[in-house]
C-alpha cells in the first residue's frame, strides 16, 4: 500500500461523511446503499477503510459536526467495521457491523417512508456474508460460530420491523429470503416456519406485489421444503412457479431449482429430457432417469451410490430412492409386454419366477420371499392392478391398464 | 411435591388454606395456562361477591386492583431496558425478565376471559406476575426473599381489597385470637406484617370455595415484598392518608375482635388515594407508589434505599394530585439507586455489612420468618430455602439459622406438651418477625414473645426469658440458653407451677456452655448416622431436588440439640397430631397456613432459580449445574424412581423416617465433621468460606456471562469450579444436585471405575444400575472428566437403556456420546452411530436428520457391520419391504434388535395390511408367521419344529388381535382371508397405554417389564 498522507486520510473520511449525510438529507438510497456495502470491495470504501487505518481520530471528526454526529451511531460502529475487514479480522467486523446495522434499524423505523429500503437491503445481505465470513474464522480458530445465527436474529428484527402496514412491507420478502439463506445453512430450517407463517397467512401481504426476484427464491426455499416434507404437489407447484419467473439468464439459480424440481417431478411420473440434465449439468440424475424410463433396477442403484454424498447434501436422496417402486413398475410392465408378445392369452399371468430370474439378469440377488413382498407392495400402492396368488405364486393382472400411470400424483403410500 | 401434596391434604379439613397452598406452588412453577382458566372461574364468582359487599368503596379496591397491573409492567419494562440490572444482579434481575415476561403471555391470555368486572382481569395478571417476581428476589439475595416471604402481607392496597372483599361478616368467622393480638401490637415493628398475615388468613377462611381470591391475596402479598415496611415508614411520615391507613390496620388489627368494624375502616380508608370520583386517576396512580418499593426490594438491606422510596413518595404524591403524568418519570428516580445495590451485592461480605446494618430498620424483620416457618413445620419444605443459603450466601445464613432454630426450640415443648397452647407452630410466624442480628435484645423478646403468644404465659415469664436472653453474647449462646429455657418452661408447664412461680424473682439459670449443647447433640445424631441402608421415600425424594442438604442438617442438629430429650425425630409427628384436635386453636391454624404458604413460596423461589441454571448448560462444568441437563430432562424418570422406592409412604413423618433423613444428611458431611458443617456458613470460616466464596464468584460470573452475553465463556474460571472428589464409596445413590457439589461426595476416577465395574457385574436390576449409573456421570460431571471412562459409562448405560427399552436415558447417553466421539476419545463409536441411525430411522421419522446422519457417515463407518445392518434396516422401512426388515430383525448385530424390536408392531401392521391388499384370495398364516418374524427365518428347518408351532400360535393371536378374519381350508391349514381382512385390520390400542402418551414412564409397566428381566 503507498503510503497515505495524514491529510489525505482526512480528506477521504470528510468525503464519506459528507457523502453520508448528503444521500440521507436527499433520500438517495442508490448512493446511501454503496456506502453500506462492505464485501463488495468498491472502490470508494477500500481506500476509505486504508484512511480509517492511519487516521486514528475519525470518531472526533464525527463528533465535531453536528451533521455527522446524528448519524454517528450507525458511522462510527460501520467504520470499526470497515477497519477490521481491511485487515481480515472479521469477527469484530461483524460484532461492530451488526452494531452499526441496529442503528441503522433504529434509524429506518423512524422514517416515514420506504425510501431506504434497498439501503437496509445491503445491510441483511451484507450481515448475512459478514456473519459466514466470521464463522468460517471463527471455526478455523477452534471457536464455536455462532455469529451466522446471531445474524439470523438481527434478520427476525428486521423483519419485524418491515411486516407491519405500509409501504415498507414490500421489503419483507427480501429479508425472508436472507433468513431462509441463513436458516438452510444452519440447518435450523424449522425456523423458517414462523417466518413462512406470517408471509402466507398475514393479510398485509399480497403475494404478487413482493418484487419478483424476491419471489422466486422465496419459492425456491419453500419449494425445497417440501421436498423435505415429501410433499410432491406442493413442492411442484412451487419450484414450478421459482423456475417459470425465473430470470432465464441466470443458468446458475435455473440449475439450483432444477435440483430440486427434477426429484420431484420423477416422483409423480414425470421425466426431463436428456437434453435438459445436459445444459444444466445435471449429471447425477442421468443414469436414475435412464434406470426409469428402462426398468433397470441395477442402474438405479449404482447411480444413486455414485452420487451418494451430492444427494445426501441437497437431501433429495431419500426422494430418489423411492422411485425404486416406479423402476419395478417399468420392469413388470417390460415382462408383461415380453409375454403378451408371445402368447397373448396367459400375458396378465405372471409368474413369480420369471420376476425373480429377470432381477437375477439385473444382478439383483432376490429370493422369492422378497420379490413376492415386493409384488404386494406395488399392488398396495397402486402401480399394478391386478392381485397375487400366493398359492400358486403367480401374480395376475388386471386385463385393464394393469400399470397405471402417476400422471403427476404422487406415489400411495 | 408429593410431600407437600400429602401435608396439605393433612390439613385439608381444618385448613381452608391448604388448597391455596398448593396453588402456589403450582404457580411457582409458572404453569400459567394450566391454572388460569379455573381461576377465571372462580374469580368472577368471587368478585361478584365483592361487588355486592363493597359497592360503596369500590373505586378504591378498583385502583388497587388494577394498579398491580400497571405496577407490574412497569417493573417488567424496567427490567428489560435495563442491562445494568441484568449484569451486575447477575440472575436476580434478569431472571425476574424472563419469568415475567412468561407469566405475562400468561395473562394476556387470560385477560380475554369474560370477566363481568372489568376490573378483575386486570388485577389478576397484576398479581399474578407478581407472584413471580417474589421468587426471583429471593433466590439472588436471599435475605431479599427472606423479607419477601416474610412480609408478603404488606400489600397495603391489595391487602386491603381482599380483605373488604371478604366482608365483614365472614370476618368474625376468621382466627383471630385477641391474646395474639395484643402481644402483636406490643412489637409495632414486627407486628405489622404479622397483622397483615392473619389478614390474610381472614381471606382464607372466607374463601375457602373460591380459591382465586385467596390466591389473589397470597401473591398481592408477595408480590410488594419485603421492602414494603420501608416504604411504610415513609409513608407514614410523607403521607397522611397512607399513614392513617396503616395506623388503622395496626390499630384494628390488635383487638382482633373488632374485625367487622376494622374492616370498614380500612374500606374507608383504601379508597382515598383513589378518590371516588377521580376514578381514571385511581387506576393509575399507585404504580408510581410501588414501583419504588419493589425496586427498593432488591436493595432492601441498603438503608440508603429508603431514601428514594421517599422521592417517590413525592412523586407520588404530585402524581396523583395532578392527574396522569407518565410512567417514567416517576420511576427515573428509582432507576439510578437501583443499580447502586446492585453492585454492592455482588461482593457478598459486603453484602452482609449492609445487611446488618440495615436490619434494625425493620423492613429486615420479616427476614427470619421464612427461614424459620419452614425449618420449625414443614420439614420437607424446610429443605427449600437452604439452597438459596448454600449456594449464595451461605455466610450470611449463620447469624440468624442458629437463632431460628432455638425460637422454634422454645416453641417446641409446648407443642409436645400442651395442645391447647400448641401455637408453637403458629408462633414462629410472629417470633422471627424480630430484627436479626444485632438487635440482641429485641431477638430474645422475640423469642420470649413467641413462648407468650398464645395469651397463655404471665407476663412475668416473658421477662424472665428476656432477662436470660439478654445475657447471651452469641447465637450459640442463645440457642443454648433457650433450650435451657425451653426445659424450664416445659417443666414448670408439666408440672403446673407455669402461672404459679414467680418468674420475676426466679434467679436466672447459669448460661448453659453453647459449645457442650451442641456437642450433646453429636451423640444423638451419630447412631442415626450410623443406620445401614439409608432409604428415601418418595415424599422426601420429590423436595429433596431442590434441597441443599447442608443447611437442613445443621438446622435439624440445632434442633436437637436444643430438643435434647430427644423429641426431636419425632416432634413432627406430634405436630401433626396436635393439629388434629386443634380445631378450636384458630390461631395456631392460622399460623400453620402461613408457614405453608411461606414454603412454597420458598419452593418456588428455588424452582425458580433452577431454571435459569439450566441456561448455563454449557458453562455448567464443575458447578452444582453439572448435571442440571441430564437431572431435569430426568425428572419423569426421577418420578418413577420416586414410586419404587416407595414402599414407605406410609412412613414419611415417622420417626424412622426422620432418622433416615438425618442419616441421609449425614451423608453429605462426611469427612467434615458435624462442626465442621455447622462452619460452613459461618463467615469465621475461612477455609469452607473461601472455597465457597470462590466458586461463588465463578457462578456470578457464569450468570453474568449467561444474562448479559457479553462474556466469554472462556472468561470463567472453570477450575475454581471444578470438584476434587474425596468420596470413597463405590455405591452411591443418585441425587440431583441443587447446589455446587460437596468434594467429599464426590468420587475420584480410581473409585468411580471400581463402581462402574461394580455395576456391570451387578445381578440387580435395570433400575438400580441405572441410578448407579447416573450418579457415576453426576461425578464424573462435576469432576470434569472426560476421558475413555467416560465414555466406557456412558457407553454401558446407554446399552442398558437399550436393553430395558428406556430410550429417554438412552438419548441423553447418546448425546453426550455424539460430544465424546467428537473429542476423539476412543469408543465404539460404529456401534453407537448404528443406534443413532436406528433411533432415528424407527423413532423420530425426521427426514432431515436422517439426512445429515446419513451425510454424516465416514466411508469406514458404511463398511461397519452394525452401521451397513442399520442401513439396510432404513432402506427396509423406506421401501416398506416388510421381508427384508424382519430378516434384518433376525440377523441384527449388537444390541439393534432392542431397537428394532420397538418399531416391530407398527412393521407388522403394515406388512398385513399390505397382503390383505394384494393377495387373493387367501394367504397361508404359517407363510404370514415366517414372513413376519413370529416363525424362523424358513420354513423346511426341521431343527426349530416346536419353535416354529409356538410362534405360530403367537402369530394368530397377533392377527386376531388386529381384527384379520382367519379361516380354515379343506385341509385344515389356517389362512388369512385376504379380502375379509382387508377391511377389517385395525390397530389396537397398545394395552399399556398411559395418560401421558409414553408407556415408558408408567412406573408400574416399568417395574413389571425390568423385574421380568433377570438382568
Request: aromatic share 10%.
Amino acid at each position: 500500500m503507498a503510503y497515505l498522507s495524514m491529510g489525505e486520510a482526512h480528506r477521504r473520511i470528510t468525503d464519506y461523511l459528507n457523502r453520508f449525510s448528503d444521500a440521507v438529507s436527499s433520500q438517495d438510497v442508490v448512493s446511501l446503499k454503496q456506502l453500506f456495502s462492505l464485501s463488495s470491495n468498491s472502490p470508494s470504501l477500500l481506500p476509505l477503510a486504508d484512511a480509517l487505518n492511519i487516521f486514528q481520530d475519525a470518531n472526533r471528526l464525527i463528533k465535531q459536526s453536528d451533521k455527522y454526529s446524528q448519524f454517528g451511531d450507525i458511522i462510527v460502529p460501520f467504520f470499526r467495521s470497515l477497519q477490521n475487514y481491511r485487515i481480515g479480522n472479521l469477527v469484530d467486523s461483524y460484532l461492530a457491523f451488526e452494531k452499526s446495522a441496529n442503528a441503522f434499524l433504529q434509524e429506518f423505523r423512524n422514517w416515514e417512508s420506504s425510501w431506504a429500503l434497498e439501503a437496509l437491503y445491503v445491510i441483511a445481505y451484507e450481515i448475512r456474508v459478514l456473519a459466514e465470513r466470521a464463522d468460517r474464522e471463527l471455526a478455523s480458530n477452534g471457536k464455536s460460530p455462532e455469529k451466522l445465527k446471531a445474524a439470523g436474529s438481527f434478520l427476525m428484527k428486521v423483519f419485524g420491523v418491515l411486516a407491519g402496514k405500509g409501504s415498507k412491507r414490500v421489503g419483507a420478502l427480501y429479508v425472508t429470503c436472507q433468513l431462509f439463506k441463513i436458516y438452510f445453512k444452519l440447518g435450523t430450517v424449522h425456523l423458517c416456519r414462523s417466518v413462512i407463517r406470517s408471509i402466507e397467512t398475514a393479510r398485509i401481504f399480497d403475494f404478487e406485489e413482493f418484487p419478483k426476484r424476491d419471489k422466486v427464491t422465496y419459492m425456491y426455499y419453500t419449494g425445497r421444503l417440501e421436498v423435505f416434507n415429501e410433499n410432491f404437489p406442493a413442492a411442484d407447484q412451487k419450484l414450478s412457479y421459482a423456475l417459470m419467473h425465473c430470470n432465464p439468464q441466470s443458468e446458475a439459480n435455473i440449475r439450483m431449482i432444477l435440483k430440486y424440481l427434477i426429484p420431484v417431478k420423477l416422483s409423480i411420473g414425470i421425466l426431463p429430457k436428456d437434453w435438459m440434465l445436459e445444459k444444466y449439468n445435471l449429471v447425477e440424475y442421468r443414469n436414475i432417469v435412464q434406470a426409469l424410463r428402462r426398468g433397470d433396477l441395477r442402474l438405479l442403484r449404482h447411480g444413486l451410490q455414485e452420487h451418494e454424498d451430492r444427494l445426501l447434501r441437497s437431501g433429495v436422496y431419500l426422494v430418489l430412492e423411492k422411485l425404486e417402486l416406479q423402476v419395478y413398475q417399468r420392469l413388470f410392465k417390460k415382462i408383461y409386454i415380453i409375454q403378451k408378445q408371445k402368447d397373448p392369452i396367459k400375458a396378465h399371468q405372471m409368474k413369480l419366477e420369471v420376476i425373480v430370474k429377470a432381477l437375477k439378469w439385473l444382478e439383483m440377488d432376490m429370493d422369492v420371499d422378497e420379490v413376492e413382498c415386493i409384488v404386494a407392495i406395488l399392488i398396495y400402492k397402486n402401480l399394478i392392478k391386478g392381485y397375487f396368488a400366493h398359492k400358486s405364486k403367480v401374480v395376475v393382472l388386471s386385463k385393464q391398464d394393469p400399470f397405471p400411470k402417476l400422471n403427476g400424483k404422487p406415489v400411495n403410500s | 411435591m408429593m410431600n407437600q401434596g400429602a401435608n396439605t391434604q393433612t390439613l385439608a379439613s381444618v385448613d381452608p388454606n391448604s388448597v391455596e397452598n398448593r396453588y402456589v406452588v403450582d404457580a411457582s412453577q409458572s404453569q400459567a395456562p394450566s391454572y388460569l382458566p379455573p381461576t377465571a372461574g372462580s374469580g368472577t364468582v368471587s368478585w361478584a361477591t365483592h361487588e355486592v359487599n363493597n359497592r360503596s368503596t369500590e373505586n378504591g379496591n378498583l385502583s388497587n386492583s388494577n394498579y398491580h397491573h400497571e405496577q407490574h409492567t412497569e417493573t417488567h419494562t424496567k427490567n428489560l431496558q435495563d442491562g445494568l440490572n441484568a449484569t451486575s444482579l447477575a440472575s436476580s434481575s434478569s431472571l425476574g425478565t424472563t419469568n415475567v415476561s412468561q407469566d405475562y403471555n400468561g395473562y394476556s391470555s387470560y385477560s380475554n376471559t369474560s370477566d363481568p368486572y372489568g376490573y378483575g382481569s386486570t388485577a389478576y395478571p397484576g398479581y399474578y406476575s407478581s407472584y413471580q417476581q417474589q421468587p426471583n428476589h429471593s433466590y439472588p439475595q436471599p435475605v431479599g426473599a427472606y423479607q419477601n416471604t416474610g412480609a408478603p402481607y404488606q400489600p397495603i392496597s391489595s391487602f386491603q381489597n381482599t380483605a373488604s372483599y371478604a366482608g365483614p361478616a365472614s370476618y368474625s368467622s376468621t382466627y383471630y385470637n385477641p391474646g395474639d393480638y395484643q402481644t402483636a401490637g406490643g412489637y409495632p415493628s414486627s407486628s405489622y406484617s404479622n397483622q397483615t398475615t392473619s389478614w390474610n388468613e381472614g381471606n382464607y377462611a372466607n374463601y375457602t370455595s373460591h380459591q382465586y381470591p385467596n390466591y389473589t391475596a397470597d401473591t398481592s402479598g408477595n408480590y410488594s415484598s419485603g421492602t414494603v415496611p420501608a416504604t411504610s415508614l415513609h409513608y407514614q411520615q410523607q403521607y397522611k392518608q397512607w399513614a392513617d391507613y396503616y395506623g388503622q390496620t395496626e390499630v384494628s388489627c390488635a383487638p382482633g375482635t373488632e374485625n367487622v368494624s376494622v374492616t370498614s375502616t380500612s374500606n374507608q380508608v383504601c379508597p382515598v388515594p383513589g378518590v371516588s370520583s377521580a376514578y381514571p386517576t385511581a387506576h393509575s396512580q399507585p404504580p408510581p407508589a410501588y414501583t419504588p418499593s419493589w425496586q427498593q426490594d432488591s436493595s432492601s438491606s441498603q438503608m440508603s434505599s429508603v431514601q428514594p422510596a421517599t422521592t417517590v413518595n413525592g412523586s407520588h404524591d404530585s402524581y396523583w394530585k395532578h392527574g396522569a403524568p407518565s410512567f417514567q418519570n416517576h420511576v427515573s428516580p428509582v432507576q439510578p439507586h437501583f443499580q447502586k445495590p446492585l453492585d454492592q451485592r455482588s461482593s457478598y461480605s459486603n453484602f452482609q455489612d449492609q445487611q446488618r446494618i440495615a436490619c434494625p430498620q425493620g423492613p429486615n424483620t420479616q427476614y427470619p420468618i421464612a427461614q424459620q416457618m419452614p425449618h420449625s413445620y414443614q420439614p420437607p419444605p424446610v429443605q427449600t430455602p437452604p439452597p438459596l443459603d448454600n449456594r449464595r450466601v451461605s455466610k450470611l445464613q449463620i447469624p440468624t439459622n442458629p437463632r431460628i432454630a432455638s425460637n422454634l426450640a422454645l416453641g417446641l415443648p409446648k407443642l409436645d406438651k400442651d395442645s391447647s397452647s400448641a401455637t408453637a407452630a403458629a408462633k414462629p410466624a410472629y417470633v422471627s418477625v424480630p430484627l436479626p442480628k444485632p438487635n440482641e435484645k429485641v431477638m430474645s423478646q422475640d423469642a420470649a414473645d413467641s413462648m407468650l403468644k398464645p395469651g397463655m404465659f404471665p407476663k412475668s415469664l416473658r421477662g424472665y426469658v428476656e432477662r436470660a436472653l439478654a445475657r447471651c453474647k452469641d447465637d450459640t449462646e442463645m440457642a443454648a440458653c433457650q433450650a435451657v429455657m425451653k426445659e424450664i418452661i416445659t417443666k414448670a408447664t408439666a408440672d403446673g407451677t407455669l402461672y404459679t412461680r414467680d418468674w420475676d424473682t426466679e434467679p436466672l439459670f447459669p448460661l448453659p456452655n453453647a459449645e457442650m449443647v451442641t456437642k450433646d447433640n453429636l451423640p444423638s445424631s451419630t447412631p442415626v448416622s450410623a443406620l445401614p441402608k439409608y432409604k428415601r421415600s418418595p415424599s422426601r425424594r420429590t423436595k429433596s431436588r431442590w434441597e441443599p442438604l447442608p443447611e437442613e442438617k445443621s438446622v435439624d442438629k440445632l434442633a436437637s440439640a436444643t430438643n435434647e430429650t430427644g423429641k426431636f425425630s419425632g416432634w413432627i409427628h406430634a405436630n401433626e397430631k396436635d393439629r388434629k384436635h386443634m380445631s378450636g386453636n384458630v390461631n395456631k391454624e392460622a399460623g400453620l397456613n402461613n408457614i405453608k404458604f411461606l414454603v412454597s413460596e420458598q419452593k418456588s423461589a428455588s424452582k425458580n432459580f433452577q431454571r435459569p441454571v439450566k441456561r448455563q448448560r454449557v458453562a455448567a462444568d464443575g458447578s452444582n449445574t453439572a448435571d442440571n441437563g441430564d437431572a431435569s430432562s430426568d425428572s419423569d424418570k426421577e418420578q418413577s424412581l420416586t414410586a419404587y422406592y416407595a414402599g414407605a409412604i406410609a412412613l414419611a413423618n415417622s420417626p424412622e423416617e426422620r432418622m433416615r433423613r438425618e442419616n441421609r444428611s449425614k451423608r453429605f458431611e462426611k469427612g467434615q465433621g458435624n462442626r465442621a458443617e455447622t462452619n460452613h456458613f459461618k463467615p469465621k470460616n475461612a477455609g469452607a468460606g473461601n472455597l465457597y466464596a470462590r466458586r461463588a464468584t465463578a457462578l456470578v460470573i457464569s450468570k453474568n456471562f449467561e444474562d448479559s452475553g457479553s462474556r466469554a465463556v472462556e472468561d470463567i474460571d472453570w477450575d475454581a469450579l471444578t470438584v476434587k472428589g474425596t468420596c470413597q464409596d463405590i455405591e452411591k445413590r443418585y441425587l440431583r444436585l441443587t447446589s455446587a457439589p460437596d468434594p467429599s461426595t464426590v468420587r475420584p476416577e480410581e473409585v468411580l471405575e471400581k463402581a462402574l465395574h461394580m455395576v456391570q457385574n451387578s445381578q440387580k436390576n435395570y433400575l438400580h444400575k441405572c441410578d448407579q449409573l447416573k450418579s457415576i456421570r453426576q461425578d464424573l460431571t462435576v469432576q470434569r472428566i472426560r476421558n475413555h471412562l467416560t465414555v466406557k459409562v456412558y457407553e454401558t448405560h446407554a446399552r442398558l437403556a437399550i436393553e430395558n427399552g428406556d430410550l429417554p436415558e438412552y438419548n441423553q447417553c447418546q448425546s453426550q456420546l455424539k460430544i465424546l466421539y467428537a473429542e476423539g476419545i476412543e469408543g465404539c463409536s460404529m456401534e453407537f452411530s448404528a443406534y443413532n441411525l436406528l433411533c432415528v430411522i424407527l423413532h423420530s421419522n425426521n427426514k432431515r436428520e436422517l439426512l445429515s446422519s446419513m451425510s454424516r457417515l465416514s466411508d469406514e463407518a458404511k463398511e461397519d457391520k452394525a452401521v451397513k445392518h442399520a442401513l439396510a434396516v432404513r432402506a427396509a422401512v423406506s421401501s416398506g419391504n416388510y421381508v427384508m426388515f424382519f430378516r434384518l430383525y433376525k440377523t441384527a448385530p449388537n444390541l439393534n434388535t432392542c431397537l428394532m424390536d420397538l418399531y416391530v408392531e407398527k412393521m407388522r401392521f403394515k406388512a398385513v395390511s399390505c397382503m390383505s391388499r394384494s393377495y387373493r384370495p387367501t394367504v397361508p398364516v404359517s407363510y404370514v408367521a415366517q414372513v413376519l418374524g413370529f416363525t424362523g427365518v424358513s420354513p423346511t428347518n426341521e431343527g426349530s419344529d416346536e419353535k416354529d408351532s409356538d410362534g405360530l400360535e403367537e402369530c394368530v393371536e397377533w392377527l386376531k388381535a388386529h381384527g384379520a378374519s382367519l379361516v380354515a381350508d379343506n385341509n385344515g391349514e389356517l389362512q388369512l382371508d385376504a379380502k375379509a381382512s382387508s377391511s377389517t385390520l385395525f390397530m389396537p390400542e397398545p394395552e399399556d397405554a398411559v395418560a401421558h402418551g409414553d408407556a415408558n414412564l408408567a412406573v408400574n409397566d416399568f417395574l413389571a417389564r425390568t423385574s421380568l428381566q433377570p438382568s
